[in-house]
């Protein structure tokens, strides 16, 4: 019986190397990042060396090792959404959360990301606000679109 | 209920025949309508129906599809078999939707206006974005709900199938594959066919079959359309493939930015496998197949078969070389055949209507019809299937509707991080495999992202090198370090710090990563520069020696200013973010430019051509 | 048996040899960095590209690297052609502007050629260029340790969360391994410190030469099946005492 609460995540998996990044997917949507002493209890479960899961964990992007915020803010960086300026609507994400992208606000309720294409090209600029996706975006809707209007 | 040989014909039947008496309303919920609220528009329809007392009495269907392709319109509703085709719904539209659908006449203000002809247009079959396409792999896109396999098999569905395993062999799979002259649609166009009897031939009893669904090529999505709306049109091909080439295991790679991909080819291969098309004694014939679903961790790298297979496998998806094919050595070090989904996808077709009628589509080298996703800036953003040999021109502007705005056309950017920029010159090509390598870019999966004079190709060039530098796995010299180092260079440019020699150094680190690379990432990664440095030398020039960005891209090598053209419209300082432009109606506007962060705004709303981009010197 | 030819050569090679053994093996230089005898290759650095083309190629030739690609048969290999070299001075260059101060890459720049490097020399930049032998050596022999962590220019080898590795032995492989001295350790009497973790150094029990760490005697013992106090007695010892190099047992 493991310490962390993903015993019913390794149940679900084989205990081989090929399950590690199912896991850590599974890990990471429970606690919205990696909890760093879960690492070693995946590690046991796959049976490879812990380096191994960290290596695995640092190479992807779709994990983290601090908690995501309450809601997570994504900026589509593709083509497409680059091309109809993108980078603006980044900028303005910046400067209106007061985070670079890849941060989280020290409230923890806002986490800012920018990603490489989710493939909603034909509505590009894109951004997506948890699960909702929000096409033909302007810079300028940013502020309500978070709730941080003044 | 598990279907044999014998009772998939007869369930098709009924089907068909159920289904023809059917009106539909289809409501797209792709990824894309869903954004624009495509759910609540279904929700609101159904409420409708039933208040109208049509709902669940035949011969009324309310129907989600998966996405169209032509997100921009979303959330799209159509009318079937009438084609009645409404655009931009929204949910409190349902009533008047229901009602044009009980009456026949069509709601007007829902429907696409033709920007050209000032036209309103009724079905979709004379919209030109449709009617100049040809549908193939994308036959059941936004024709079916994708979650109902009864629906897919009305449609033909699981019918090659049945013809393979009614008495096909496993060579007469491979050689009709081959006879049609499929090509990979991930981006190389390896003969599928040769590919899959390398595998065959290949010893050991254990084999895999892997479907690249990682579509990593930013402004290309029409496989995440082909997963969302027809996942059994994927499955039915791979099914075919592994009976072909003798696998029993198969993975669909799926990036994790689709969920609702992962999501519905979930439900269809539950379905499939309760149906008796996947897993053990496949239709009662003794061929046994699964697959399972590998999801991508956020990693461009991993659209590379090698580095792909790592990832199936668990690890990072760093690259190996290829010296020993996966058709000898691949997932799990077992033979191992991978296909892309739209490879697949066209698979069934070729079986249920033979490599001859494939063949006669398309051109010489390339055959079949090619899904494009024409994104930027032109008039109509969505998924384009036509024959392979189309001319980019006819693409763009025919099928796209040409540039927005009254702006000009300045380079189509076609395969992704690895493909290059053509300019108009080259706009007569035709759009197959082997004619865009020879001008410097590739087809890749298929991407074509148009943009017009606003766009910088200098900037253009270190968008996609940053986007590498990113990306790269990081195991290699010159992918790492050279990208690094060609990153550099290139920002330099686009601050007005490039220097005399900065050319001759782009050219060597695009040698070294074309030569010294170990995979197709960085092998590939020179060409979005090479191509704009080949096309739009003088743009570079103009960057380095004049510092001057004439798109108004670049920040610190442009201006903005307002000419004696304005009339006082006042569009300009509305427009702009900082508040930065003053003046009063009917009076020429002036810019602050030390407050301007030149965002361009003031210049893309102008009516009247009153901004100009300036040198910022 | 494969009959191919390197520079000109006729070689004869069984199979699944790389081309760089054979080269190697016939007495031709081909510069490596990534290459070592105790690990699978891996095709990392990228100084081993040779040109290979066959008669039936028409005049069609590819660079490969030499660790990883098997001899076939009929093959033409060429080690020092126009373009082999120019891709190797320009991985060098690369290779510089990234480690400038580490001596393996300095020696083999100043071979082909390059003194001062052309492009930005990374100031920061430490000795690693993440060749990946120590991560392998760990990896393949020891217990895993250290790994390669992050992607792309972020790349780098590490412990997990740059802590100390509860499985570290402190064998020293993986610094005795490392073609450029880039990983850092302390020897002081009896205590070695490397990856941020501290270890005793057990003396010999005959003559009090220090021999291995305790965690290595005891790690190796678990694997072979022998107590942990026969690693406590150093090469010298050992073989005048049985006339057995105890290399054997350990490495």
Known sequence: MGAFGIDDILARHVGQEQSLIEILHDIQLRFRHLPQETLAEVAGHCGVPLSRVYS????????????????????????????????????????????????????????????NCVGACAMAPVVIVNEAYHGKFKPVELKKLLGRGE | ???????????????????????????????????????????????????????????????????????????????????????????????????????????????????????????????????????????????????????????????????????????????????????????????????WRSCRKAKGDVKYLICNGDEGDPGAFMDRSIMEADPHGVLEGMIIAAYAIGAREGFIYVRQEYPLAVEHLGMA???????????????????????RIARGGGAFVCGESSALMRSIEGKPGEPRAKYVHATDRGLFDRPTVLNNVETFINVPLILDRGAAWFAALGTDGSKGTKAFSVVGKVNHNGLIEVPMGMSLKELIFDVA??????????????????????????????????????????????????????????DVARYFIHFLVEESCGKCVPCRDGLKQLLEILARITKGQGREDDLDKIDSLCFVLTEGSLCALGKSAANPVLSTVRHFREEYEQHIKDHFCRAGVCRDLCRYEITDACTGCTLCAKACPVECIAGDRKQVHVIDQSKCTRCGSCFDVCNFGAVEVRSAR | MIRLTIDGR??????????????????????????????????????????????????????????????????????????????????????????????????????????????????????????????????????????????????????????????????????????????????????????????????????????????????????????????????????????????????
């Open chain 1, 56 to 115: 695995v964990a640092t190479f992807y992007t779709a994990f983290s090792f601090t908690k995501k915020g309450d809601t997570v803010c994504r900026i589509c960086m593709g083509t497409a959404c680059h091309v109809k300026g993108a980078q603006l609507i980044r900028e303005e994400a910046e400067k209106v959360l007061g985070i670079g992208a890849g941060r989280t606000t020290s409230d923890g309720k806002y986490s800012l990301e920018v990603v």
């Open chain 2, 1 to 195: 209920m598990k279907q044999t040989l014998a009772t998939l014909p007869v369930l098709r039947a009924k089907l068909k025949e159920e289904r023809s008496k059917l009106r539909c309303i289809m409501v797209c919920c792709g990824t894309g309508c869903r954004a624009r609220g495509g759910m609540q528009v279904a929700d609101a329809i159904r409420d409708e129906l039933s208040a109208a007392g049509l709902a669940g009495s035949v011969p009324v269907e309310l129907t989600r599809t998966g996405c169209h392709g032509w997100c921009e319109q979303g959330p799209i509703v159509t009318f079937e078999p009438e084609g009645v085709f409404y655009t931009q719904v929204k949910p409190e539209k349902a009533k008047e939707i229901v009602a044009s659908f009980q009456s026949g006449e069509p709601v007007s203000k829902l429907l696409f206006r033709d920007t050209k002809t000032k036209r309103s247009i009724v079905t979709y079959h004379e919209i030109p974005f449709y009617s100049k396409q040809t549908r193939w792999a994308m036959r059941n896109v936004g024709r079916i709900s994708p979650t109902e396999i009864g629906q897919y098999i009305a449609r033909d569905g699981y019918k090659a199938l049945e013809k393979v395993l009614s008495g096909m062999t496993p060579e007469d799979v491979i050689s009709e594959v081959e006879k049609a002259g499929l090509r990979g649609r991930g981006g190389g166009g390896f003969d599928a066919g040769r590919k």
């Open chain 2, 269 to 291: 291969i539950a379905s499939a496998r309760e149906n008796g098309l996947l897993g053990e004694n496949i239709l009662g014939t003794g061929f046994s197949f699964d697959i």
């Open chain 2, 401 to 458: 509707g040409g540039i927005p705005k009254g702006r000009t056309f300045k380079a189509v950017q076609t395969g992704g991080p690895s493909g290059g920029c053509l300019p108009e010159a080259l706009l007569d090509l035709p759009v197959d495999f082997d004619s865009l390598t020879e001008a410097g870019s590739m087809m890749g999966s298929g991407g074509l992202i148009v943009m017009d004079d606003r766009n910088c190709m200098v």
């Open chain 3, 10 to 251: 006729r070689v004869e090679s069984r199979n699944g040899e790389y081309l760089l053994t054979l080269a190697r093996r016939a007495g031709i230089e081909i510069p490596t960095l990534c290459h070592h005898e105790a690990v699978e290759p891996a095709g990392a650095c990228r100084l081993c590209m040779v040109e290979i083309t066959r008669p039936q190629w028409n005049g069609w030739s590819k660079l490969v690297t030499a660790c990883l690609y098997p001899a076939e048969e009929g093959l033409i290999v060429k080690t020092s052609t126009e373009r082999v070299l120019r891709t190797r001075r320009e991985v060098l260059e690369l290779l510089l502007a990234r480690s400038p101060r580490a001596e393996a890459v300095r020696r083999l720049a100043a071979q082909y050629g390059i003194l001062e490097p052309k492009y930005a020399v990374d100031q920061e930049g430490d000795n690693c260029i993440l060749c990946d032998i120590c991560t392998r050596v760990c990896a393949t022999h020891v217990t895993g340790a250290i790994s390669r962590v992050n992607r792309g220019v972020a790349k780098k080898v590490a412990t997990p969360f740059d802590e100390a590795s509860d499985v570290c032995v402190g064998c020293m492989a993986c610094a005795r391994s490392c073609p450029t001295d880039a990983i850092a350790f302390s020897q002081d009497g009896a205590t070695r410190a490397i990856w941020g973790k501290t270890f005793e150094v057990v003396p010999c029990t005959v003559c009090g030469a220090p021999t291995v760490t305790r965690e290595q005697a005891r790690w190796m013992a678990q694997r072979k099946g022998v107590a942990e106090e026969d690693f406590y007695v150093c090469d010298v010892c050992k073989v005048a005492k049985t006339g057995l190099s105890c290399r054997k047992v350990m490495w």
